[in-house]
């Protein structure tokens, strides 16, 4: 089985701009969950979507939002990027949700100049 | 007060030697724990996971949870210098806004 795939790997942005990850799941899992990892705050959770619904979020602003498809790919988007953007998204998939072993893509390492 | 709380590291230990990993959490609703290791520059992969009070035990790992004292351990049997790595506690807020909550990780160096 093919694990979860993540595109791109890197992106360069700049300020005010925005900014959409995509990520394919393993087959079979309905849920996909995005991470922003950094140096400073660690990991932390974004959102989780299930059969194309959002089912919880973290405390992040509503420039991050994101999107789940019928075939269980999500896409994650940021607007109005800024400097603290810059990160390393991880998206991550599962079977039923969050509450059991997530399998995490390689994430997309985004730098805002 | 921050959610889920990990012992600072770096943390050293001889191969062969036990490694003790703690973390803590705040949300007494709290329902489900997990272990993450991350080596540098990779993904995070799921060594253990615990929902109810006690040991679990899985090869050189155990994992232990109390939920009175609000806490959560990783022991590693055995270091290996395989096992040097970061180890991510990650906790699973109960409730309708449900979310998983990481600490920011212990980072583990086995000398061999």
């Known amino acids: 089985k093919a694990g979860v795939t993540q595109t791109p790997r890197y992106l360069i942005k700049t300020r005010g701009q925005q900014v959409t990850l995509s990520c394919s799941p393993i087959?079979?899992?309905?849920?996909v969950s995005w991470y922003q990892q950094t140096p400073g705050q660690g990991l932390q959770f974004l959102f989780e979507?299930?059969?194309?619904?959002?089912?919880n979020k973290g405390n992040f602003p509503g420039r991050f939002s994101g999107r789940q498809f019928s075939n269980s790919r999500s896409e994650m988007n940021v607007s109005t990027l800024e400097l603290g953007d810059s990160a390393l998204y991880l998206c991550?998939?599962?079977?039923?949700?969050?509450?059991?072993?997530?399998?995490f893509g390689s994430g997309t390492q985004l730098s805002v100049l | 007060q921050k959610e889920v709380e990990q012992n600072s590291g770096p943390l050293s230990v001889p191969e062969g030697a036990i490694a003790s990993l703690n973390c803590t959490y705040s949300?007494?609703?709290?329902?489900?724990f997990f272990w993450y290791r991350q080596y540098s520059g990779k993904s995070p992969e799921l060594i253990m996971s615990?929902?109810?009070?006690g040991d679990k035990e899985d090869g050189r790992f155990t994992a232990q949870l109390n939920k009175a004292s609000q806490y959560v351990s990783l022991l590693i049997r055995d270091s290996q210098p395989s096992d040097s790595a970061t180890y991510l506690c990650?906790?699973?807020?109960?409730?309708?806004?449900?979310?998983?909550?990481f600490g920011k990780g212990t980072l583990l160096t086995v000398n061999p």
């Open positions: 991550a998939s599962s079977q039923q949700g969050i509450n059991e072993k997530l399998f």
């Open positions: 087959s079979g899992h309905r849920s």
């Open positions: 979507y299930f059969s194309e619904t959002q089912r």
């Open positions: 949300d007494r609703g709290s329902q489900s």
């Open positions: 615990i929902y109810s009070n």
């Open positions: 990650a906790v699973n807020s109960g409730g309708s806004n449900y979310k998983l909550t």
